[in-house]
């Protein structure tokens, strides 16, 4: 079995599930991916505290539409995925090596959970995988740790690649939701695309001191974002892919509602 890349998406608002055109760069890629065997997401929308982790769905469930406000037909979208049981075990004795415990200084704990996928899984996955027949396994993202943490978190799934596991991590290069311009063909502001960029040129050189250094590093870190949940997912996918320096590309790139970016990430 070929060594599985790894992806880092920009899932921006979940109106993306049912946009074709905003859908189309995921659509062309996912024939590109090699068969995976399962897939393990990372979203910004399922956050945890502490040295304890989730996993879960072990078996098929009711999507989560976890948003208001949007038209009746997204909250009709299904992706009957089966549950990511197939790879639980495989997962938690990953993320029980001595590296991942001595880079926090305590051991994780791994809990398991019939929680359905959220919107940061399923909305992308209708596109990259829209036959929806490879089993899904969402792990919890800690957000109380650091870019450190959160690369060595990556770095111990790296190995479930070789055993055929597509490891997606599921945010935003930007985002502050109370700077979005919803006016059509809005430009990206400075502080938006100057954070942009240097996320690409890091990636690019694969400076993953700097990466994980974002709080010095970044240009307007806390406009661009003001909590970090939307940016960990990168970090943890990188460090998913940082065993041997990865090609670096970009399958989806753009903005949406002004600063926003989509810009996507495929290490291979």
Do not use: C
Request: hydrophobic letters at 45%; aromatic letters at 8%; proline letters at 9%.
């Amino acid at each position: 079995m070929p060594r599985m890349p790894v992806l880092f998406i920009g899932h921006g608002a979940p109106l993306l599930a049912t946009d074709q055109e905003r859908g189309a760069e995921l659509r062309a890629l996912g024939p590109k991916l090699p068969s995976a065997r399962a897939v393990l997401m990372i979203s910004a929308h399922w956050t945890t505290q502490g040295a304890a982790l989730s996993l879960g769905p072990l078996e098929q469930q009711p999507l989560i539409y976890d948003f208001s406000g949007f038209p009746e037909e997204l909250y009709r979208v299904k992706y009957p995925a089966p549950g990511g049981g197939v790879i639980a075990a495989e997962v938690s004795a990953a993320l029980g090596v001595d590296e991942l415990a001595a880079a926090g200084g305590s051991r994780v704990a791994v809990r398991t959970t019939q929680r359905g996928l959220d919107h940061g899984s399923w909305t992308p996955l209708v596109h990259l995988l829209p036959q929806a027949n490879v089993p899904v396994l969402q792990l919890s993202l800690p957000i109380d740790w650091s870019g450190t943490r959160w690369l060595a978190l990556g770095r111990a799934l790296a190995p479930l690649r070789d055993a055929g596991v597509l490891i997606v991590g599921s945010g935003n290069i930007t985002h502050n939701l109370r700077e979005v311009d919803r006016r059509p063909g809005a430009a990206p502001p400075a502080w938006a695309a100057e954070f942009d960029e240097w996320t690409s040129a890091t990636l690019n050189g694969f400076r993953m001191d700097h990466l994980v250094d974002y709080k010095n590093q970044a240009p307007a870190l806390r406009t661009n974002h003001p909590t970090e949940e939307h940016w960990a997912p990168l970090i943890v996918a990188a460090g998913a892919a940082s065993e041997t320096r990865p090609s670096v590309s970009y399958p989806v790139s753009g903005w949406e509602f002004g600063s926003l970016s989509r810009r996507s990430v495929l290490f291979s």
